[in-house]
Structure formats: structure tokens, C-alpha cells
């Protein structure tokens, strides 16, 4: 008999980006244990050094539309309704550049979110002078930037007295503060209302100049890579990925690599983070559901090279009519880390699929990696009315081979895998987010048939039959796990 676990509201992935377990979060039940291996251009050309810059008074700062207002790939759902921010905050009317530096003692230290509610959420160096930092705060109430400062590594040097910007205002709940290069003009969002427009020789940063945000001498934040004078971060936008927290040390990991662009600037959505096709959206909330879910994972299948895939099983007497509302998603981990890697990371709408959007009951859906081997999963391919190319039906199964070169079914042993509903929640998980291998040469498969269940983001074991997969000296599977893919009961 399965075991389900109600859940309504919780965050699918909180810590994932800082190297913890997501879904250790959601859970204190043995299930969330770890699994085991077994079972330049020159600086300076745009601007003077010290030039102080002028910001309307009384001016507010940070004005921030809804969250989640992106381009997407799929049916994307905004997140929270448009944040009001306060439009009484003053920005004083000018910076002060270099005033409190020369001979100080500078120290480089990690501290929580709670003590330096601020990040680095964005950094543009487009063409020219278009050139902008964005500064987030988190925190459920608002922080003032009064001893804050930015400061330029030149050429990857540490900052002297003339590359610091002070910074000033005081920025609302959930606000961005954005700092632009005065001549830049490639964001046409930017007022005085969001932050300061200034000459000062920070922001004449090109790409080997780190930029690192500090509260008093301390560095909180990092963007960029002091001590390192290659043009690594040189006509690019680097956006902050979803619940980063700030820290002195840059981690590429940490941050969206886009090619120039202004389009993110003046907000921050730190619950999921941007949707493209090169970072689709693979964060989701977990939230109640008035339907019961009877679509489910059945068969995660991991084995030699490329033969991998999932099997997804209607396990409800009726059809489902409408599969365009699901997606699989891969979170990829990072091996070294344990973070995701947003990079790697992968979303199959299944609008996308090229045939009926309709599973029967007891019926399954296999998503295949494109480069498996028929002979040895040869369950696929025995069967003459099974079209080679996408589609087709065999037995109780819908296959859709990934042609793509950005797969879901190229999974590592240690990328969980999610079925997600309505962009909105997560439906089922197989595995976890951890270093160690937990489904590296293995298939796992669901015991006994899966009843409707609400909504579960959690892997539970007891749930699950592992076959580890191992070769003959024909070169085929020794597993009958093997055989199942297409069929489940």
C-alpha cells in the first residue's frame, strides 16, 4: 500500500543553492536521510573618479512590479501579486565617493541574512556605459543603505581609496536598488524612484573588475573574482539565482550567465528565479491541490550510457485528457557541491509532446533519451506498430524519445526528477538532492500500484523497489527492470 504525505504549502527547494538538501526542508522523516552510493577595454574612458552624483530628494527607492514577470517557456504563473514599495523613502542627494577608505582594515567574512539583509542581485555590463548593480533586500522590513558601499577590484586589485562608492536611501521589503553608470541608457525602466545614477569610477567596472558590496569594512558580497584579471565577466548580465544568499566568495554556480540584457533590472524574484529556454524555470512551490493527482512517476531507469528514462502512469480508470498541463523537470546537481546547477537543470513541458494529449487509465507515458541502445532496451523496439521517430503506442505505454540536446532523460545518478502541474506545484519526486550517488546504474520502481494521492515533493523509500542494473557478457541487462519500461501494474 503506498504512504502519502499531505502537504500545503511549502517551498520545494529553500536551501539547495547554499549546498544543502531541498528537500530536507520539507521533511524530518528518515526518507530525507542520504541515500547510500550503493542502493578589457580601459577602465575609467566614461567617467571621472570621484564625480558624486545627485538623486532627487525625498525620492523613493526600489519601486518594484509584480515578481515573476518574465518570458517564459511554457505557462508561466506570477508570483505575488505587485509589491507596493515605500514611496516615502528618501535617497540622500548625493554619494560621497572615498570618504571613509585609505589604510582601513578590511575583513571578508560570510554573515546571514538577517545581519546584511543585502545582495548583489544583478550585474549588467552591456555596451558603452551601460553599465548597473542591483541591490536586493530580502527581509521583511525595510534597511537602510547607510554604510553600505560598492567597491571596484581594478583589473582584479584590491580597492584602493578611489574605487568606492558610498551608498545612501533605504530600501523596502522584497525592493531592488539599482546603481547605474550616469551615461547609461540601455535600461529605459530606470528613474531617480529606483535607486542612483552616478560618475564615480565603480561604475566604470569592465569585465575583469570584481565588484564586491560592503557594510563598513566588511565585504558581504561578491561578483567577480579579485586577484583574477581576465575579461571573465565582459559584456554579460548575471542575475542572482533563486534563494542565494550573499557571501565574499564568487560562485559562478550562484548566478544566471545571460548574454547582455536589461530585461531583468528593477526586480528580483528570489521564490523560482527567470524562465528561458537556456534556464527554464525548475523551482516550484508545494501547495494544496482540490483534485486528487492520479498521475505519478512509476520507473526511474538510469543504466549504461544513455539508456535512461521515466516512466509516468495514470493510475486512475479514466483519462486524462489535458497532459499539457504537466512538465518534468530535471534539478541537476552539482557533484562537488551539492548545489544546483541551474545551467544544467531541465524542464519537457508536455505540451510539447507531438502526439494526443490524452493518457488512458492504467496507461503510461515513457520519456527516453534519444541515445539508447534498442538491443539492449529492447521492451521499445520489439513490437512492429511502435513508430521509430516520437509518439506511438505499445501495449499499455506513449513513448516520446528526447531529440533535443537539452534532455530531461540526461539525468546523473543524483539529479531528483519532478513531475510539476499547472507551473504551479509539485505533484511527484523521484530521489533527492545530494552529492553521493543514489540512482547512478539502478532502476527504481514503484511497488505495487500507485494510488491517487495530494500533492507529494518528498521520495519515499518505502514506496520504491531498486534493481541495480549490471550487464551480461552479451551485453545485455541481467535485470528484468530492463523489460518493464512501457508497462506497469
Known amino acids: 500500500m503506498m504512504k502519502y504525505i499531505p502537504i500545503v504549502l511549502l517551498l520545494f527547494v529553500v536551501c539547495a543553492c547554499n549546498g544543502d538538501d531541498p528537500l530536507d526542508v520539507l521533511s524530518s522523516s528518515p526518507a530525507s536521510s542520504d541515500i547510500s552510493e550503493s542502493a578589457d577595454s580601459s577602465d575609467g574612458a566614461d567617467s571621472s573618479d570621484g564625480a558624486e552624483s545627485s538623486v532627487g530628494a525625498g525620492s523613493s527607492v526600489g519601486a518594484v512590479s509584480s515578481v515573476g514577470a518574465v518570458s517564459s517557456v511554457g505557462a508561466v504563473s506570477s508570483v505575488g501579486a505587485s509589491s507596493s514599495v515605500g514611496a516615502s523613502s528618501s535617497v540622500g542627494a548625493s ?21 546584511a539583509p543585502f545582495f548583489i542581485s544583478e550585474y549588467v555590463m552591456g555596451s558603452g556605459s551601460n553599465k548597473y548593480i542591483e541591490i536586493y533586500n530580502p527581509d521583511a522590513v525595510s534597511h537602510s543603505l547607510a554604510g553600505w558601499s560598492l567597491r571596484q577590484y581594478n583589473d582584479g586589485n584590491a580597492p584602493g581609496s578611489g574605487y568606492i562608492l558610498n551608498l545612501s536611501g533605504t530600501v523596502a521589503p522584497g525592493a531592488v536598488y539599482v546603481v547605474k553608470n550616469s551615461a547609461a541608457s540601455g535600461w529605459t525602466g530606470w528613474t531617480e524612484d529606483v535607486g542612483m545614477s552616478t560618475g564615480n569610477i565603480v561604475m566604470t567596472f569592465n569585465g575583469n573588475d570584481a565588484i564586491g558590496l560592503y557594510k563598513g569594512s566588511t565585504l558581504v558580497d ?13 559584456n554579460v548580465t548575471l542575475v542572482r539565482c533563486p534563494v542565494a544568499a550573499p557571501s565574499p566568495t564568487y560562485d559562478t554556480l550562484d548566478w544566471y550567465r545571460l548574454s547582455s540584457t536589461y530585461t531583468y533590472l528593477g526586480t528580483h524574484n528570489a521564490e523560482w528565479g527567470i524562465d528561458t529556454p537556456e534556464y527554464p524555470r525548475v523551482i516550484y512551490a508545494v501547495r494544496g491541490w482540490e483534485d486528487m493527482e492520479v498521475l505519478l512517476i512509476s520507473e526511474y531507469f538510469c543504466g549504461v550510457g544513455n539508456d535512461k528514462y521515466i516512466e509516468i502512469y495514470n493510475c486512475d480508470d479514466n483519462s486524462i485528457d489535458d497532459l499539457a498541463q504537466y512538465s518534468l523537470v530535471k534539478v541537476a546537481i552539482d557533484n562537488a557541491s551539492g548545489k544546483i546547477n541551474f545551467a544544467e537543470s531541465r524542464r519537457l513541458d508536455f505540451s510539447t509532446l507531438p502526439s494526443s494529449q490524452t493518457l488512458w487509465g492504467h496507461h503510461v507515458l515513457v520519456i527516453v533519451n534519444s541515445g539508447y541502445v534498442a538491443d539492449r532496451l529492447f521492451t521499445y523496439m520489439d513490437d512492429d506498430d511502435l513508430p521509430v521517430d516520437n509518439g506511438g503506442v505499445y501495449g499499455h505505454s506513449r513513448m516520446y524519445i528526447e531529440t533535443s540536446d537539452r534532455k530531461v532523460c540526461d539525468f546523473d545518478g543524483n539529479d531528483p526528477i519532478y513531475l510539476v502541474r499547472s507551473q504551479h506545484h509539485v505533484v511527484d519526486v523521484v530521489g533527492k538532492a545530494q552529492i553521493s550517488k543514489w540512482g547512478e546504474n539502478v532502476a527504481w520502481i514503484r511497488e505495487d500500484e500507485p494510488k491517487a494521492s495530494t500533492p507529494a515533493a518528498e521520495w519515499d523509500l518505502d514506496e520504491w523497489m531498486p534493481d541495480d542494473l549490471e550487464l551480461d557478457t552479451n551485453g545485455q541487462y541481467k535485470n528484468e527492470a530492463a523489460w518493464w519500461g512501457g508497462w506497469h501494474w
Open 95 to 115: 554619494s560621497s565617493v572615498g570618504a571613509s577608505s585609505s589604510g582601513e582594515a578590511e575583513s571578508s567574512v560570510s554573515i546571514t541574512a538577517e545581519d
Open 222 to 234: 561578491i561578483v567577480g573574482q579579485p586577484g583574477n584579471g581576465a575579461m571573465i565577466l565582459e
